[in-house]
């Protein structure tokens, strides 16, 4: 072995390259005692299911079933391992320091286990079977039981730092959850994510009791019932948690927002909270509570008048984030409410850097009308460091040009910009003129949907001596998405991008309309004609799926 191999920082520094493969750790590992260290402490760092500590005993102690509705591969033992080889399953789990679902430790709700649909290959069942959809290896109930009977999770996994908890142990019953879950609360776990449906409600409080002692490493939590569809009450304890830093909550009773923030006021670094909103009725409002240290804001599944009493019922010092995703259509008045709500909320206006607001309802009704006018967002414009700003699928914007006249001046360092009606009919009340203005003159912006009139002789700037001048290239734009814009040859589309905006390299536009009438289809002939002759222009070949709004799920307001 070569001497360099003999500092840690250098091993550690050239697994980085193999990190990403179990086949190259492994093959690493092999070649000498120094480096096997820590390319196994790499190999089982993160794991997603114990299935593959029980395989890594003796063949002929384990067996793996196809089970259940969607065929998964459930291991078994076969026969009880020897203390030798219950040693070995210990030696690797000591190095196991995350157990997450496969995507990691994340903070949306999702359910503890996702099909992946995969050709069957084993030959095993019908035609019909081999499109079935095959889960990941688990471990049945019993075998886990068996396991932690021998060795306690403190014992087994003194390196777990991250724990997702439904995700590795969905397949126990709910009467074993709650015992095994006591189990792993130590100092060390620093993040930990749990459910408590069918766990008795006294029982739940005693576990919030103990974090603030048992678990006081803890940085980030986050909680749920039914998956996010029934109400938690917050208890106090949890602002007692001295390093709790993001904060998730799956859902909260909008009946209890006071009592929520001032029991998670407690928590004192706390600087992102996540919060699934539900219930009916909003609790009376009064003086709002303050959360000092929170920089990100994540407010979902209520409507946007619940986010709006939530954001009524606090103000913040340093918020930077705010992203809002809620159910059922609001009214232009609601709108205008939820903006002037972040004035309130956000008591220094150069923190505040993005705002995501998008209305995820499964059935919105696209006919209904809901005009959105350029005064309901000129409170932001108090926010003067914004980068990325989107409102997708709120209603029908039918703002003006002096509106986009003004974006430059007030957030000059605008990055993203997303006024987008989605599958709602646009107003055509902006001009290809102004639009284009606005897109040169922000020269960080990075990205622009908006619809337009392009229908009318492009207006171009004036030098002082009153000569035509084309506005300045701009060099940072590289997506343009024109909705359901209206174009037309007098407006000279395609050359002003062109010319303007070299390094634009994705224009897209929605090709599915509520419609399939005439109109509509002359809409999507003219934008895909101005697609055409830009990629012409740029000498670039004609590529359909650069404009299919399908594809680009940020864009179709998902």
């Not at 210990?90 to 996702?114: E, H, M, Y």
């Not at 009493?309 to 809620?326: A, E, G, K, P």
């Not at 703002?399 to 430059?408: A, H, K, Q």
């Not at 390094?503 to 005439?518: H, P, S």
Request: charged share 20%.
């Amino acid at each position: 072995m070569h001497r360099i191999f003999e500092f840690d920082d250098i091993i550690h520094a050239v697994l980085q390259y193999v990190e990403s493969s179990a086949t190259d750790l492994v093959n690493v590992a092999m070649t000498c005692s120094r480096l096997a260290g820590p390319a196994l402490d790499i190999l089982w760092s993160r794991q997603s299911s114990l299935a593959q500590l029980i395989m890594c005993l003796p063949q002929d102690t384990w067996e793996g079933k196809v089970e259940g509705y969607y065929r998964g591969y459930i291991v078994h033992l076969s026969r009880e391992p020897t203390p030798i080889e219950w040693e070995r399953l210990r030696a690797n789990a000591s190095r196991v320091r995350r157990l997450v679902s496969i995507d990691g430790f994340t903070d949306a709700p999702k359910l503890p286990r996702g099909p992946v649909l995969r050709q069957r290959t084993d030959g095993i069942g019908s035609a019909l079977d081999l499109f079935r959809p095959i889960l990941r290896p688990d471990v049945i109930g019993h075998v886990l039981k068996r396991l932690f009977k021998r060795f306690p999770p403190a014992t087994l996994f003194p390196n777990l730092c991250e724990l997702h908890f439904e995700a590795v142990f969905g397949l126990l019953e709910r009467s074993s959850k709650f015992w095994l879950l006591r189990q792993f609360v130590s100092p060390g776990l620093q993040a930990l994510r749990f459910d408590v449906t069918g766990i008795a409600t006294h029982e739940v409080e005693q576990l919030f009791a103990a974090l603030p002692t048992e678990a006081y490493g803890l940085r980030q939590l986050s909680v749920s019932a039914g998956n996010g569809t029934t109400a938690l009450t917050v208890p106090p304890s949890l602002g007692k948690l001295p390093k709790l830093m993001r904060l998730a909550i799956f859902g909260i009773d909008v009946a209890l927002t006071r009592q929520t923030i001032t029991n998670i006021q407690q928590a004192r670094c706390l600087q992102t909270l996540k919060l699934n909103l539900c219930g009916a009725s909003c609790d009376a409002s009064g003086i709002p509570l303050e959360l000092p240290s929170l920089k990100t804001l994540y407010l979902s599944e209520g409507s946007l008048s619940h986010c709006t009493h939530f954001l009524r019922q606090v103000t913040t010092r340093q918020l930077s984030h705010i992203n809002i995703s809620y159910r059922g259509s609001s009214s232009p008045a609601e709108v205008t409410a939820f903006v002037e709500s972040l004035s309130t909320s956000c008591q220094t206006f150069e923190h505040l850097e993005r705002i995501h607001v998008i209305d995820k309802s499964e059935h919105p009704d696209y006919l209904l009308v809901i005009p959105l006018h350029s005064e309901s967002f000129r409170p932001l414009f108090k926010f003067r460091r914004l980068s990325s700003v989107k409102f997708i699928g709120i209603g029908n914007f039918e703002l003006d040009d002096r509106f986009l006249n003004d974006i430059p001046v007030v957030w000059p360092s605008i990055q993203e910009l997303k006024l987008i009606s989605w599958k709602r009919r646009a107003f055509y009340s902006v001009t290809f003129t102004a639009m284009m203005s606005l897109a040169s003159r922000c020269r960080s912006l990075q990205t622009l949907h908006l619809t337009v009139d392009a229908t009318q002789s492009t207006t171009i700037p004036r030098a002082p001596d009153g000569t035509e001048e084309l506005w300045p290239t701009q060099t940072t734009l590289r997506n343009l998405h024109l909705g359901y814009s209206r174009v037309s040859e007098v407006a000279r589309v395609p050359y002003f991008l062109a010319e303007v905006f070299p390094t634009l390299w994705d224009f897209k536009f929605y090709e599915r309309y509520l419609r399939n009438c005439a109109a509509d289809i002359d809409l999507r002939l003219a934008l895909e004609e101005a697609h055409s002759q830009l990629m012409a222009l740029r000498n670039s070949p004609y590529d359909n799926s650069d404009k299919l709004w399908e594809n680009d799920s940020d864009d179709s307001g998902t």
